[in-house]
């Protein structure tokens, strides 16, 4: 299981810090089958960060034990704490979302320029 880390700039001042961690999950499903692997690996890689954006683009399932990885992983982060949901564009992994009141806590955007403007 593969995670990749790359940083969003901010494109006022490229002499400036990163504004924000990018994640990208190289699975398809969040699921209790790997959540374990994935909190094992990879949750240390955020605790210094205040502001993650995570690429779910290939992502098309998620169950309870993945949405409490994300918590988790938010729970990790250094105060402020700003988590950007990116690609999630599957109406059923919205609404999950909406239902377990997911949006409040994480912000879903749809694409890259939705997220950059989310930073502004």
Known sequence: MKLKLSSL???SNKD???TCRVVEFN???LSAANVNELIA???PSFEDESCIVIQMDGVSFIDSSGLGFLVNMRKRMSAPQTVIIE????PVLIQLFSLTRMDQIFH???????????LK
Not at 87 to 90: A, E, K, P, R, T
Not at 108 to 118: E, F, G, I, N, P
């Open 87 to 90: 690609g999630l564009i599957d």
């Open 9 to 11: 700039f901010n494109k």
């Open 16 to 18: 400036q810090a990163p």
């Open 108 to 118: 879903l955007t749809t694409d890259r320029a939705a997220t950059l403007q989310k």
């Open 27 to 29: 699975v398809n499903r």
């Open 41 to 43: 690996i990879h949750s």
